[in-house]
């Protein structure tokens, strides 16, 4: 963001003369106000030794404020170009129109440039890890942390979860200042909350408010939602910043606002729960990525109409509207039309918050799930297996499938990815997430959001079946992608 001061300069000597009359008016009015006022009572002060107000908040931001740092990133994306500004003696022959000389269409002409973004990131550990947004890094290839005490430092991207929007930054630092690693399970509604980060790029900025609402979710923001929801201002820049409590206990990484329309703060603002970020973060520095556990159902919100419709006495849980064949849930008898109501013994309210629980435990692990078909209540165990295609998935840190094709992400269409690709909730394929911008693939036309639908005429349906298909095509490879609707073949 950038400032401007605002100035006039006088035009002509004699407006110049105007203005200066018109002032020296002004003044000798005032003069003679104040000379007709009575002289002003006497002025009292605070005395220096005074202590701070009672009622302060700047202990805590004291403590954290150090531990949030300001994240910028840069990486190379392709445009259209534009002939305009170009001498009129080359644009004749590069044309401005869609022929142009040698059919070169010089409005159009694609061209690679580099676009910055701003965000925040917290200090979670003294030797340098730091938390932030995925889409703040997302696709960067320099990406840089600027700490309170204005040390630059050049950062290196451990691994990314795009599906809770969460990255681990690793800068060469050593005591540094941490947050306190708070318990999100612990938030309340009407609990006051701090928001601290780099709205606009302004640097160190605090704003204040309250907990609207833990565990919302179904927003279509991310694929595993459980937002604490602040009043607390957050604005652009903002994005990977802490939410802290009256404590200064982090609870969460500040993602997402609803803007309305508009770029600012609508006092409508979401917050990653911090302990969805640990788990993560825990799951990249051991793993170098993040595994999921499955139970194998496709679930939706219980309304009150699906309530009644089953004889349903609570608006509550997470109604089965299908379970994967050869899945953990089919293995345990769960059928299309249960309602699951707890696992382990945690009440599942809705069905972002049956994937959210379970995405969060360990595949291999045996859990109980209760829940109720045709009005009665019955309990069956399970035994979660991990998420088709995370292991199918390179490490985090390189951010490409080990497959040969150099340079690419790609990940399982999910339903909200068609959503907001414009495709049928139905499409079947992988989406890519990332392309290397020196890579043969970017040279050769893919793009990110392209849907790969086969790899040498073979229906790919997933990620592990294009990595098989990958390393079977050898040096060629036809692809056949869906852009926004449109199907296309490149050859990569």
Do not use: C
Not at 38 to 58: G, I, L, V
Not at 107 to 113: F, I, K, S, V
Not at 217 to 227: Q, S
Not at 277 to 287: E, G, P
């Amino acid at each position: 963001m950038s400032f401007e001061r605002i100035w006039t300069r006088p035009r002509t000597a004699a407006l110049a003369t105007v203005i200066a009359a018109g002032l020296g008016a002004l003044a000798v009015a005032g003069a003679e106000h104040l000379s007709n006022a009575n002289p002003p009572a006497s002025f009292r002060y605070a005395s220096p030794d005074e202590p701070p107000s009672r009622y302060t908040f700047a202990p805590v931001v004291k403590k954290v404020l150090p531990a949030v740092v300001n994240v910028s990133s840069a990486k190379m994306v392709k445009t259209q170009g534009t002939m305009q500004g170009m001498d009129p003696f080359f644009r004749q022959f590069f044309g401005d129109d869609n022929s142009g000389f040698f059919g070169f269409n010089g409005r159009t002409a694609p061209r690679e440039q580099r676009e910055q973004g701003v965000g925040s990131g917290v200090i979670v550990s003294p030797d340098g890890y730091i938390l932030t947004n995925n889409h703040v890094v997302d696709g960067a290839t320099d990406v840089r942390v600027t700490l309170a005490d204005k040390r630059e430092f050049k950062a290196r991207v451990v691994g990314t979860d795009p599906k809770t929007d969460l990255a681990v930054l690793k800068i060469d630092a050593a005591n540094l200042p941490t947050v306190v690693i708070g318990n999100s399970d612990k938030v309340q509604v009407g609990d006051y909350a701090l928001a601290i980060g780099n709205p606009f790029g302004l640097g160190s900025t605090v704003t204040m408010g309250i907990i609207s609402a833990t565990g919302r979710g179904n927003l279509g923001i991310e694929d595993y939602e459980d937002f604490i929801q602040t009043d607390a201002p957050i604005n652009p820049g903002n994005s990977g910043g802490a939410l802290v409590n009256d404590r200064g206990d982090l609870i969460g990484i500040n993602t997402a606002i609803l803007s309305n329309g508009s770029e600012g703060n609508q006092g409508i603002g979401f917050a990653i729960p911090v302990d969805v970020a640990r788990n993560v973060t825990d799951q990249i520095l051991r793993n170098g990525k993040v595994i999921r556990a499955y139970l194998g159902v496709m679930s939706e919100e219980v309304t009150p109409a699906l309530a009644k419709a089953f004889h349903e006495k609570e608006v509550s849980g997470a109604l089965v509207s299908e379970v994967k064949p050869d899945s953990p849930a089919a293995r345990a008898g769960i059928e299309k039309g249960d309602i699951i109501l707890a696992v382990n013994g945690k009440p599942v309210n809705d069905n972002h918050e049956l994937a959210m629980t379970v995405s969060l435990m360990q595949p291999g692990a045996e859990v109980s799930v209760k829940l109720s078909r045709d009005g009665a209540e019955r309990e069956v165990s399970a035994r979660l297996a991990e998420m088709p295609g995370d292991s199918a998935k390179a490490g985090a840190q390189s951010g490409s499938l080990q497959t040969g094709m150099d340079g690419v992400s790609v990940e399982d269409v999910s339903a909200r990815d068609a959503r907001q690709l414009g495709l049928p909730a139905d499409t079947a394929g992988v989406v890519v997430t990332a392309v290397d911008p020196a890579s043969q693939a970017a040279a050769n036309g893919l793009r990110r959001g392209d849907v790969i639908m086969e790899v040498n005429r073979t229906p790919v349906r997933n990620t592990a079946e294009f990595q098989q298909a990958v390393k079977r095509s050898g040096t060629d490879t036809l692809l056949l992608i869906n852009r926004q609707g449109s199907t296309l073949y490149l050859a990569v």
